[in-house]
């Protein structure tokens, strides 16, 4: 799977979107870009995925650059309860007959500010 | 939908003892995922099932750990005898296997060996 870089940490203010980067520049055609987020003391929750269009649900929204090689993670009205750290995942889809792990880098803290 | 269920959510022993993490993934689920997470590594896998049998099991740290899947609606990790380094959080998570799926993590059980 390939390796993707977030910065750090980020701020964001209450109320305005957070835009989260991730650099993947290696990523293969059959890769997906998957975001996930962990609030402090709870489990992983997935957030989106998307392969090459741009993706929205009712959490987020996923812009991914044309050439595929970055992608941003848009939380359009941000509140303090989206305090995580977030994490960028590229992965291979699952074949038939097996499914994948998920393998966690560092993520982005982002920190919603009142 | 009750989601992921680990047990118990917080251990305390000491070194030498036998401990036991259990975990109930959501129902209709066919792959689990055993993660460990702790300041100095992040989140790793440990180990996943898919139809309750192990596929990868190289994450797990050595021979004092071991995990079953007796059947769809359970798991249990061991550790014996523990360690004082083994002392992390332990999420399960469950997937539904198709090319794209997304993984449910449980609320973790943070373990602390003495």
């Known amino acids: 799977d390939a390796k993707t870089t977030q910065p750090t940490s980020m701020d964001c203010a209450e109320g305005r979107a957070a835009n989260l980067p991730c650099n993947h520049s290696?990523?293969?055609?059959?890769?997906?870009v998957y975001w996930y987020r962990q609030i402090h003391s709870q489990g992983p929750q997935y957030i989106i995925h998307?392969?090459?269009n741009n993706e929205t649900n009712e959490m987020a929204s996923l812009i991914i650059t044309e050439d595929r090689k970055s992608s941003t993670l848009i939380l359009p009205h941000a509140t303090l309860r989206d305090t995580a750290v977030y994490y960028c995942?590229?992965?291979?889809?699952?074949?038939?007959?097996?499914?994948?792990?998920?393998?966690f880098g560092s993520g982005t803290q982002l920190t919603v500010l009142p | 939908d009750a989601g992921v269920i680990q047990s118990p959510r917080h251990e305390v022993t000491e070194m030498g003892q036998e401990v036991t993490l259990r975990c109930k993934p959501i129902?209709?689920?066919?792959?689990l995922f055993w993660y460990r997470q702790t300041m100095m590594r992040g989140l790793e896998l440990l180990i996943y099932?898919?139809?309750?049998?192990?596929?990868?099991d190289s994450g797990m740290p050595e021979d004092r750990f071991s995990a079953k899947m007796p059947n769809a609606s359970f798991s249990t990790l061991k550790i014996q005898p523990s360690e004082p380094r083994d002392s992390a959080v332990y999420f399960c998570?469950?997937?539904?296997?198709?090319?794209?799926?997304?993984?449910?993590f449980g609320p973790g059980t943070r373990l602390l060996v003495l």
């Open positions: 998570a469950s997937s539904y296997r198709t090319s794209q799926e997304t993984q449910y």
């Open positions: 998307g392969l090459k």
């Open positions: 995942i590229v992965r291979v889809a699952a074949t038939s007959g097996s499914a994948r792990q998920l393998t």
């Open positions: 129902s209709g689920h066919n792959s």
């Open positions: 099932f898919n139809n309750n049998v192990p596929i990868d």
């Open positions: 290696t990523i293969s055609g059959n890769e997906y």
